[in-house]
């Protein structure tokens, strides 16, 4: 059983920065993302990297905003987010792939997610 555990997040104001990090207790070899949940609000993605290949994709709100990395020799993935915005306030989820992903955004895809780390911009 692969884990996943996120650190980095926590309470600051409007236009900061922050890094999340995401360690994986195996190392992934297809894709690794992230997504978030605000209160009362459906999972939505994030950003995600191929393990190989390093590319990426992002949401159109994190395009520009928010970068996506990965170390593959420490099996972390990192989500720097700069800018940030109240709208940006939610639980943050690291998700790993260790098979085939057809679609980096759709979460379904990915087999094994982190407990999450809670992002809070005050304005």
């Known amino acids: 059983q692969v884990q996943l555990v996120e650190s980095g997040g926590g309470l600051v104001e409007a236009g900061a920065s922050l890094r999340l990090s995401c360690v994986a207790s195996?190392?992934?070899?297809?894709?690794a993302a992230w997504f978030r949940q605000a209160a009362g609000k459906e999972r939505e993605f994030v950003a995600a990297i191929s393990w190989g290949g390093g590319s990426t994709k992002y949401a159109a709100s994190a395009q520009g905003r928010f970068a996506i990395s990965r170390d593959n020799a420490k099996n972390t993935v990192y989500l720097q987010m700069n800018g940030l915005k109240p709208e940006d306030t939610a639980k943050y989820y690291c998700?790993?792939?260790?098979?085939?992903?057809?679609?980096?955004?759709?979460?379904?895809?990915?087999?094994?997610w982190g407990q999450g780390t809670q992002v809070t911009v005050s304005s």
């Open positions: 195996g190392r992934i070899s297809s894709y």
């Open positions: 998700a790993g792939a260790w098979t085939a992903v057809g679609d980096p955004s759709d979460g379904s895809d990915y087999d094994y």
